[in-house]
């Protein structure tokens, strides 16, 4: 965990994470078989199963994302490198350590969908500056 991705702790998957750049998922195998069970009885794929499960943790965070790049000038003031957790837009805990920091979300929000996000800064955005060079034939 940590690596630059957002956590989501949401009330029916848990705390979802971790993609490789490889695009290789690693899931608990007591996940999967829960999975592999409910596309068993809708007739689905696995694949259709979580596409569907994603599509929805998008769709109930989605200006979570916008609400926190907002937030960032205050967050990085505050809590750069700590973990933060954001539910309908306001800042409800932080801390250093994710684990501890999800598990009271857990607690707390059980039936919730909160943001959970490590602090740093954001990347600088690359500037290019082309500027025209006359050659001139046989010089």
């Known amino acids: ?13 848990g705390a979802v994470c971790e993609r490789s750049l490889e695009g290789a998922y690693s899931i608990p195998q007591t996940i ?3 999975v592999r069970k409910l596309a068993r009885n809708r007739n689905q794929s ?3 199963v979580l ?7 998008e769709a109930s965070t989605g200006p979570l994302e916008s609400e926190v790049e907002a937030m960032h000038p205050e967050l990085m003031a505050h809590y ?8 309908q837009g306001q800042l409800i805990d ?13 607690d707390q929000y059980p039936d919730e969908v909160v943001l959970m996000k490590k602090v740093r800064p954001l990347p ?9 060079r006359l050659v ?4």
Not at 51 to 57: F, H, L, N, Q
Not at 94 to 106: G, K, P, T, V
């Open 94 to 106: 932080h801390d250093q350590d994710e684990i501890a920091l999800l598990s009271r979300l857990d």
């Open 80 to 87: 750069a490198g700590q973990y933060v957790a954001i539910y």
């Open 32 to 34: 999967y078989r829960r």
């Open 1 to 13: 965990m940590g690596n630059g991705y957002a956590t989501l702790k949401h009330p029916r998957f």
């Open 136 to 139: 001139r034939n046989g010089s």
């Open 124 to 132: 600088e955005p690359e500037l290019r500056h082309r500027s025209p």
């Open 51 to 57: 596409e569907a499960g994603v599509t929805m943790v």
């Open 46 to 48: 696995v694949d259709a």
